[in-house]
């Protein structure tokens, strides 16, 4: 996280109505609980202070991919990020990211974790599993729907077999989803005979032989990308990953299986090229823990991954150790060749790379005939520490040790920005609201001590939103001055949206729908087992 800058700290509460900058010593009204004044105050004195924040962006006309990506792209730029220095974009096969990466010129690597949610997918799509699925959905859904259902589950579980999940619908962004759903509900068939409005959903002895036997191949797939879409996970790691999951298919117990020659039929379909990605190899090649290593990277032509690596980036490895070339007597140079100049380019670029092809030879023969690293360490320790030995490779390795493995950062930040922006209960959130949300959110945290916004003079909540706040009317100056609320005002905003009801679901129906518990609605469940 970045630190703060100085306009955060700017402001400090004299009283409920006035504040001061501890820049330049003005005074500023917070009078009638309004940050009008801190805003304009900063937008006045101090422009160049404020950090820049990005609202909500749209699309005029047709949301077409080289539209969409030239709005990505005018983001990008406005939050200051130099295009210069990316040469890698993590994504899944979205048109429109393919076409922003092609505009500016990035190495696109594909989500291995997008890649193996695919495969989750079609082998629950199989007919061996179809119908499993399918009673394992309804129950999950009458579990969701009904409370009084959800508590008898609960109760025998506690004696029939404690610590038994309750089976969730995930949402389709769910990674995997559909195997966290299949785990819980077989594990969880002894409680469901138990509950007789459930009964009816309980798995065939052969549907249950075949779900078992996919969990059981299938959970250490699970266990892998769940690894793969941590924060901390690199490209570099997953050829070694995909390379293992599919030994694993291949001896395990289960392989033979009917199930086991689907599953192995899928992952073979759209897993097993990744290993062949020339893109994937070069950044394991920089991964000390993995590169040269026969069993985790396989029969892999080194010699030519080196060359990849050498043509990519010995243009970078310019250390400016070699001086100018000196200038020629004026009588000599007439009787240079056009072939001796040519000749003497060649062996410049010779030298410019040879430097490269030196500390990729030692390298090998160090992290071969060496002590690798631990698996689980941090390769970049590796670098750090060798730093001196490995000057260029070890400058090459932060920039290609720092690409992703997945795109799980994003789609996590997507789940979360979606659950405040997208829901249907905060389907009266325009962007144009939530735009000026976020500005506020930033502001009023200079004064959060003494604005209670919420708090009328009578101390009740002023939770009475028209349902045309969000367009015209919160734009038109019709209340009186003292009394208008305006959109800049604090977090507590965003706040107190989050605590508003579900004013749709409200019924007179004896059993309860709640939305809370429901795997689709509830954001935790996107990235949580």
Not at 157 to 178: E, H, L, M
Not at 466 to 481: A, G, L, N
């Amino acid at each position: 996280m970045k630190p703060k800058g100085v306009i955060w700290k700017l402001f400090t509460a004299i009283n409920r109505d006035k504040a001061r900058c501890n820049t330049c010593g003005k005074e500023f009204s917070t009078a009638n609980r309004s940050t009008t004044g801190l805003s304009k105050h900063a937008e006045r004195y101090h422009k160049d202070e404020l950090k820049d924040l990005i609202g909500c962006k749209s699309v005029d006309g047709p949301s077409t991919a080289e539209k969409v990506a030239a709005v990505i792209a005018s983001v990008l730029d406005t939050a200051g990020i130099g295009f210069d220095n990316i040469a890698y974009a993590v994504s899944d096969n979205g048109t429109n990211l393919i076409k922003l990466s092609e505009t500016l010129n990035l190495t696109r690597l594909p989500c291995i974790c997008h890649l193996l949610s695919n495969f989750f997918k079609s082998v629950f799509e199989s007919k061996l599993l179809a119908p499993v699925m399918k009673k394992a959905r309804s129950t999950a859904q009458t579990l969701c729907r009904s409370v009084s259902i959800r508590e008898k589950f609960f109760s025998f579980a506690a004696i029939v077999k404690p610590g038994a999940k309750r089976p969730k619908s995930y949402s389709n962004t769910r990674w995997a989803g559909g195997f966290l759903l299949l785990r819980d509900y077989i594990e969880s068939a002894e409680v469901l005979l138990s509950v007789p409005e459930l009964v009816q959903n309980l798995p065939s002895t052969e549907e249950k032989t075949t779900a078992t036997s996919a969990i059981e191949l299938l959970v250490d797939v699970f266990s892998v990308m769940t690894t793969l879409e941590s924060d901390d996970s690199t490209a570099s790691a997953v050829i070694p990953n995909v390379l293992a999951l599919e030994n694993h298919l291949m001896s395990h117990a289960q392989s033979n299986s009917k199930i086991g020659k689907v599953i192995k039929s899928e992952f073979k379909k759209r897993i097993s090229e990744v290993a062949k990605n020339m893109d994937f190899l070069v950044l394991t090649l920089i991964d000390p823990r993995f590169a040269y290593h026969r069993s985790s990277v396989g029969k892999t032509d080194w010699d030519k991954v080196e060359k990849t690596f050498i043509k990519i980036h010995e243009r970078n490895c310019d250390t400016g150790k070699q001086s100018e070339p000196e200038a020629l007597p004026m009588h000599t140079k007439k009787n240079i060749s056009p072939l001796a100049i040519l000749m003497n380019t060649e062996a410049e670029d010779d030298t410019t790379s040879s430097s490269l092809k030196e500390e990729l030879m030692k390298y090998k023969s160090f992290v071969t005939l060496s002590k690798r690293p631990d698996l689980f360490s941090n390769p970049l320790h590796f670098w750090r520490l060798n730093s001196t030995n490995f000057p260029l490779l070890s400058t090459i390795a932060r920039e290609l040790l720092s690409v992703p493995s997945s795109s799980a950062a994003t789609e996590r930040c997507f789940s979360k920005s979606s659950y405040i922006y997208s829901n249907p209960r905060r389907n009266r959130l325009h962007s144009s609201t939530l735009d000026a949300l976020l500005q506020t959110s930033a502001r009023a945290h200079l004064i959060s001590e003494n604005t209670k916004i919420f708090t009328t003079r009578n101390g009740d909540s002023e939770d009475d939103f028209s349902s045309d706040s969000d367009d015209e009317s919160v734009q038109k100056d019709t209340q009186p001055r003292g009394e208008k609320r305006s959109r800049e005002d604090s977090t507590e905003v965003l706040e107190e949206l989050a605590k508003r009801p579900n004013l749709a679901s409200t019924s007179n129906e004896p059993e309860i729908l709640d939305t809370q518990n429901c795997g689709n609605d509830d954001p935790d469940y996107d990235f949580e087992d």
